[in-house]
């Protein structure tokens, strides 16, 4: 049964109790009618009563009703070709977005009516038989209304009569709110007698979440190799070992988390990076028993021009096979054609973190890079234009790979808020490294126990003077600047992680040199999955492990190291970048409780 059941039969009995019984003729009934009644879940509490009257034609961050967007799959009907997965183009991706449970006109079995909104017209005996209904939604298009499992927008007498219990149906997410900020407006007219008399609602369509590290993963994702293949269709140099050295990630991440593991598309876009494939958010509003939720998983805004000119990353359509399906939809804003030089690798979900809540955010806040380099306008304005998780904006444009991701990390914390930022710290791996040079380590390597023909020994790095190292630590210190001003966060509240950076030839960029360390995975808020550092030993201990290990256990974090240097790291990601997780979300507060953001103006 519908969680709202109840609370129509509630209202529609109240009304049938109350109704005019005698009969009157029309002309005087008419007289002393009052206007239609609509009614939706204005206060939010799952039910349709007389308490939602108050304030139904306006909506605030307070009071007014919400409805999903219904963009999933709830009997599996949508289907995806083993051909399209590989196809040149952009012509499947449309296709592939444009089938979920809001393309139809029907209700798409129980689960999918419980994605609906619930509304009610309120019986009224007294219309003459020539009564007639109508019910508009404005803007067109946004929203769908059934009644009795079909779409309506036209009422019979017989219907205004008895009362009508609606459900509404949102067909879209909001997209850049300069264009539509979510909100319709709902109105039903009733004509008898000819004189018309309406009575209106106003909606929002529920924004896109973004989940935050401190939430539990539910459950992990990463890439399974194809069978003789590497990413992008071929293997590059340094996973010529590739099924050998996913099985050393895969065993490892395994002792932290459990895993599903996702293949790869038949001409081998196997594309290792689930993170950057896809950012999963939720989208919810009240029902019975608390929020009902769905998960909403916002496709990367890459367009390539490989295996054709303008295709949409390949590896997002398999978003289309694995995951979509009941309570689990994904909405893709790409753009015509493929991002200038390296401005698209800005458009990956690696470059989307999100802030948990803090005093000011109750829902937290979304972190991405930019500067002269910048993601895809449409794509980047979808993600934070949702209304209640403001952005703060760090320069990543001095980083090859570009990703938010690559330099801090939310962890939990002692503090006020429960949490701070791990932070890349290059000036701390350089210190370390002389601590044991002092200490007659100078001969250790880095990256010994890996198959790397690259291992130098701390002298060697310490004699060349460790190019980049120092300008990277500039860049992350103006980075800081940013956040602690945006969060609060004073810097002795930060860990610091020993990461050292050096300069990719030929670009004036610069990448990890060392596995960036803050680059992990959070399975809960107390179970980290780190990359190996491999650095160098002192006393036979890597010193880059404890170290930390050291500061994230103060935290109340224990880690869990995981074997991603060939898999991951010489390709410029970590353990974060090949994973990506489903996190449980219930325990947030709401979006609509409390204040928010820019969704609060009423309207």
């Given at each position: 049964m519908r969680r709202w059941t109840a609370g129509i039969a509630t209202l529609l009995t109240?009304?049938?109790?109350?109704?005019?019984?005698?009969?009157?003729?029309?002309?005087?009934?008419?007289?002393?009618?009052?206007?239609?009644?609509?009614?939706?879940?204005?206060?939010?509490?799952?039910?349709?009563?007389?308490?939602?009257?108050?304030?139904?034609?306006?909506?605030?961050?307070?009071?007014?009703?919400?409805?999903?967007p219904n963009?999933?799959?709830?009997?599996?009907?949508?289907t995806v070709d083993p051909a399209d997965l590989d196809a040149p183009g952009r012509a499947v991706d449309d296709k592939l977005a444009a089938c979920n449970d809001a393309a139809d006109d029907r209700i798409n079995g129980p689960r999918d009516a419980a994605d609906l909104a619930p509304l009610a017209i309120e019986a009224e005996r007294n219309l003459s038989d020539r009564a007639r209904g109508s019910i508009t939604i404005a803007p067109a298009g946004k929203a769908r209304i059934f009644a009795n499992g079909r779409p309506v927008d036209a009422l019979t007498a017989k219907d205004l009569r008895r009362g009508v219990g609606l459900q509404l149906e949102g067909r879209d997410i909001v997209r850049d709110p300069k264009k539509w900020d979510g909100r319709i407006t709902v109105t039903l007219s009733v004509t008898d007698h000819g004189r018309t008399r309406t009575d209106t609602v106003r909606l929002r369509v529920a924004p896109l979440m973004l989940q935050n590290d401190l939430q539990p993963a539910q459950t992990v994702l990463a890439a399974r190799p194809n069978k003789g293949q590497g990413w992008w269709g071929?293997?590059?140099?340094?996973?010529?070992?590739a099924p050998r050295d996913w099985r050393a990630f895969a065993s490892t991440l395994r002792k932290a988390t459990k895993v599903q593991f996702v293949q790869g598309t038949p001409d081998g876009w196997k594309d290792l990076w689930l993170q950057d494939s896809f950012e999963p958010s939720t989208a919810s509003m009240p029902a019975v028993g608390g929020p009902h939720t769905m998960r909403i998983l916002i496709r990367s805004g890459n367009v390539w021009d490989i295996p054709a000119p303008n295709t949409p990353r390949p590896s997002g359509r398999l978003l289309y096979r694995d995951l979509r399906g009941p309570d689990v939809g994904i909405v893709q804003e790409l753009a015509d054609k493929a991002s200038p030089?390296?401005?698209?690798?800005?458009?990956?979900?690696?470059?989307?973190?999100?802030?948990?809540?803090?005093?000011g955010y109750p829902q937290g806040r979304i972190v991405y890079g930019s500067g002269e380099r910048h993601p895809d306008a449409g794509f980047i304005t979808m993600v934070t234009g949702q209304g209640y998780q403001p952005p703060v904006v760090v320069d990543t444009s001095w980083l090859m790979v570009g990703h938010a991701d690559e330099t801090t990390h939310v962890v939990r914390a002692g503090n006020a808020r429960g949490w701070t930022l791990a932070v890349a710290d290059p000036r701390l791996a350089a210190r370390l490294l002389r601590d044991v040079q002092r200490q007659g380590g100078g001969g250790q390597r880095l990256f010994a126990d890996t198959k790397s023909t690259y291992q130098p020994t701390v002298d060697e790095l310490l004699h060349g003077g460790l190019p980049?190292?120092?300008?990277?630590?500039?860049?992350?210190?103006?980075?800081?600047?940013?956040?602690l001003k945006a969060t609060g966060l004073r810097e002795d509240e930060l860990v610091r992680l020993p990461v050292l950076f050096d300069e990719v030839p030929g670009t004036g960029l610069l990448k990890a040199m060392t596995p960036g360390l803050t680059n992990g995975l959070s399975v809960t808020d107390r179970k980290f999955a780190a990359p190996d550092p491999h650095g160098p030993r002192l006393h036979g201990r890597d010193v880059f492990r404890h170290v930390t290990e050291q500061a994230l256990n103060r935290n109340g974090v224990q880690v869990h190291w995981v074997e991603d240097f060939f898999w991951a790291h010489l390709g410029g990601g970590e353990v974060h970048c090949a994973t990506n997780a489903l996190r449980d979300t219930r325990a947030t507060k709401p979006w609509w409780s409390g204040s928010a953001g820019s969704g609060s103006a009423t309207g």
């Open positions: 109240a009304v049938s109790s109350t109704a005019i019984t005698t009969a009157v003729p029309a002309e005087t009934a008419w007289g002393t009618t009052p206007e239609p009644r609509l009614t939706a879940d204005v206060n939010r509490d799952g039910l349709l009563t007389h308490a939602d009257d108050a304030g139904k034609t306006t909506w605030t961050d307070e009071r007014g009703a919400i409805f999903l963009l999933d799959d709830d009997e599996h009907r949508c071929g293997t590059p140099p340094y996973q010529q070992g030089g390296l401005d698209d690798l800005l458009n990956m979900g690696g470059n989307i973190e999100s802030l948990p809540p803090y005093d980049g190292n120092e300008a990277a630590a500039k860049h992350i210190d103006g980075q800081l600047k940013v956040l």
